[in-house]
């Protein structure tokens, strides 16, 4: 179709403020609209979810409680049953999860949200793209604007939507950035703008609500990036076209799939988000309905929704668990329902993000996301919260609360060898309840094997029988090996939290790097050092000793494990075998920009292309 290109070349609109007031999350709670896209039976699920979670967690308690207590309970064993109880009920939980994901995605049935993308023509209001960028590539950020920009336009959508990057960047790369968005308005077939703050105050939600004050009430919704997200045009224009036939919903999260995977790391993870994810994701709306979560990314909300709800106040105290609300889009999306707005997850394709390149760089963005999640638990008191959003505000903090559980089970386990005055190890877990726990562990990976096996395109498309086989049998011990590394790497970010270390805000690393084992050596020393301990145990008690085992071997293979997962090379060569490959991504690229090489295609490469 030919494309009528609209002249943008002023930096900003005119401006349209719109207010945003600070919320009081304390004070008497809001008044708050009807939902009228609420699924029914909504309570009768949300019921059976935490009854079925508390039916396996205490039928698995119970069993270790009588198997502790033959000879009587010490206080050693009431504490590991202390900490056995929330930690298995979390797996329960995610497992019950899984399981009504799978059976909505097997049967064919759509998990939650139904309603379909609609044409460009269906648009009435005007939609605002936004993209905050600090300090990232110049050229691959606005690759990407050029890209969505062209692909909207395809879509129809360029009379109804516009196109903003907001910069928070340092006058260098702002000065990079003002150039570059110079050339690409040259020929934009959409209204591309570009604003930089000189003070990178509140971060990004800082810089959200500074241009919903700005110019919010010329937009009925915005569609919210990161600076390593693309959508497809159809995408973009679909979701303007739900907004604008349900107006009770405030916000409408996409499930965005990994793109542009390069370290064997990265493909690693983009196969496990496509092999398991579609099944957590539609397990998550089946129970969340219209009390969905909020990514931050990937989604679209109603800007007079968002200012009237979502002015986010500062927490009292100091960093890190004070101040400025750093995992604020879960928060958001519990203010966006304590109006009244809908909050739904909706499954449909055209939505990418990329993922940090290493484990080391996954492990600082961990951290920033341990410090943000853990504020909420302050803020669960909040007035007028649905109990669902307070439900996953606590599951998002008590998310990092696991990995030290976990280690402090463990050295519980320890201490039991020592009470018990030389009569050996009682095992934790009785033959039931160890089958128990690999089902609970291992079950949602098998449902993900037979989801990828039951449909013939699907299988193709994942590589095939023997392809999904392997692959998923080495994303198995891939991540027994990385669960005792996180495990230990999040037990040390928290305490740093409680000694009062922010974990900061520094620009995220997107390119891939290949680290060295000397050079990742330094920063692992206390996983050495705990692995050398559990060694020890062995002259305590055989049992425990093997009981440790995969823990070990993940703590001592840690070094190694960083540095060859983040090897680009190793990750060409799994695609060329075939391992890790996954549904190829839906093409969005634009033309050449006047006088320059193409654009890359933003799309990750099947294995027969690599």
């Not at 739904?344 to 600082?364: L, Q, R």
């Not at 049998?473 to 040390?492: F, G, H, N, R, Y």
């Amino acid at each position: 179709m030919s494309l009528t290109v609209v002249p943008s070349h002023v930096m900003l609109p005119e401006e349209a403020p719109l207010a945003m007031p600070v919320q009081n999350l304390w004070g008497n709670p809001p008044g708050a609209r009807e939902v009228l896209t609420a699924p029914h039976g909504m309570l009768v699920k949300r019921l059976l979810l935490i009854a079925l979670t508390a039916v396996i967690g205490l039928a698995a308690s119970s069993t270790v409680r009588m198997e502790l207590s033959r000879d009587g309970l010490d206080w050693v064993e009431v504490v590991l049953l202390a900490f056995f109880v929330p930690l298995f009920c979390w797996i329960s939980f995610g497992f019950v999860t899984s399981t009504m994901g799978f059976f909505k995605l097997i049967t064919g049935e759509h998990p939650g949200f139904t309603a379909l993308p609609s044409p460009a023509s269906s648009l009435r209001h005007r939609t605002a793209v936004l993209m905050p960028v600090y300090n990232e590539s110049v050229e691959e950020v606005f690759a990407r604007v050029r890209a969505m920009a062209f692909s909207i336009a395809e879509s129809g959508g360029a009379p109804w939507i516009d196109f903003f990057v907001l910069s928070d960047s340092n006058p260098f790369h702002g000065k990079r950035e003002e150039a570059a968005w110079r050339e690409l308005v040259q020929d934009a077939p959409i209204a591309v703008y570009y604003r930089r703050r000189e003070q990178n105050t509140a971060r990004k939600p800082g810089n959200i609500a500074e241009w919903v004050r700005r110019f919010g009430a010329a937009y009925e919704n915005m569609l919210i990036l990161d600076a390593d997200s693309i959508m497809s045009g159809d995408t973009i224009v679909g979701m303007a076209s739900i907004m604008e036939e349900r107006p009770s919903i405030g916000l409408l999260q996409t499930v965005p799939m990994i793109t542009n995977a390069r370290t064997l790391f990265q493909r690693w993870m983009q196969f496990a988000s496509e092999a398991y994810g579609p099944i957590a994701s539609a397990g998550l709306m089946w129970w969340s309905g219209s009390e969905a979560n909020f990514w931050g990314h990937n989604a679209i909300v109603r800007t007079r929704a968002f200012a009237e709800a979502c002015g986010l106040p500062e927490l009292p105290g100091k960093a890190p668990f004070g101040g400025h609300i750093l995992s604020h889009d879960m928060f958001e999306s519990a203010l966006l329902r304590r109006r009244g707005w809908a909050v739904h997850m909706v499954m449909i394709g055209g939505s990418y993000e990329e993922f940090p390149p290493t484990i080391v760089d996954m492990a600082i963005r961990d951290r920033r996301w341990m410090q943000g999640n853990l504020q909420h638990l302050q803020l669960l008191g909040t007035s007028g919260l649905h109990w669902t959003s307070r439900l996953h505000l606590l599951i998002g903090a008590s998310a990092y609360l696991t990995s030290p559980g976990w280690l402090l089970l463990i050295l519980t386990m320890i201490a039991q060898v020592f009470s018990r005055d030389g009569d050996g190890f009682v095992t934790l877990a009785p033959p039931s309840v160890l089958a128990l726990t690999v089902v609970l562990l291992f079950g949602p990976k098998v449902m993900g094997l037979t989801w990828m096996m039951a449909d013939r395109d699907r299988r193709r498309s994942f590589g095939g029988p023997v392809g999904i086989v392997r692959s998923v049998m080495l994303e198995i011990v891939l991540s027994m090996l990385l669960a005792p590394i996180t495990m230990v790497t999040q037990t040390k970010a928290l305490l740093g939290l409680l000694l009062g270390i922010s974990a900061g805000w520094n620009t995220q690393t997107r390119d891939a790097r290949r680290i060295t084992v000397r050079e990742v050596l330094p920063d692992l020393r206390e996983h050495l050092l705990l692995g050398a301990a559990l060694i020890a145990t062995f002259w305590l008690d055989r049992t425990t000793a093997l009981w440790l085992a995969p823990i070990i071997v993940g703590l001592f293979a840690s070094p190694w494990l960083i540095a060859f997962s983040s090897s680009e090379a190793l990750g060409m060569r799994a695609g060329r075998a075939g391992i890790f490959q996954v549904p190829e991504p839906e093409i969005i690229e634009a033309p050449s920009a006047p006088g320059n090489d193409p654009q890359p295609e933003l799309r990750t490469k099947t294995a027969a292309e690599v």
